[in-house]
Nanobody, 121 residues
Framework: QVQLVESGGGLVQPGGSLRLSCAASGTIFSIYTMGWYRQAPGKQRELVAAITSGGSTNYADSVKGQFTISRDNANNTVYLQMNSLKPEDAAVYYC???????????????WGQGTQVTVSS
């Protein structure tokens, strides 16, 4: 069993900052890519940022220079630092991880339950 547990969402004023965290737990051999997606009402889920176990990162154009993704491999945790938040950043943010549970097993994609980010004055 693998669980991804997110935290750090909430209500913030425009221009404010939030830091999201996502910790993976359970039977885990290794984690390849960890990332954050978001889904606003009436819109499709979209990739926000991703990071490999080696530290290579990928960002959506809309958040480049605004958000920073990082990870703690020792603790199977990924973070998303979100600065200068705008109303259009409001969404449910989901953590995702590609996890190998045992040696030689394939990678599977796991999702967290989502955390709400609201940007409003």
């Amino acid at each position: 069993q693998v669980q991804l547990v997110e935290s750090g969402g909430g209500l913030v004023q425009p221009g404010g900052s939030l830091r999201l965290s996502c910790a993976a737990s359970g039977t885990i051999f290794s984690i390849y890519t960890m990332g954050w997606y978001r889904q606003a009402p009436g819109k499709q889920r979209e990739l926000v940022a991703a990071i490999t176990s080696g530290g290579s990162t990928n960002y959506a154009d809309s958040v480049k220079g605004q958000f920073t993704i990082s990870r703690d491999n020792a603790n199977n945790t990924v973070y998303l630092q979100m600065n200068s938040l705008k109303p259009e950043d409001a969404a449910v943010y989901y953590c995702n991880a590609l996890i190998i549970r045992t040696f030689g097993a394939p990678r599977y994609s796991y999702w967290g339950q989502g955390t709400q980010v609201t940007v409003s004055s």
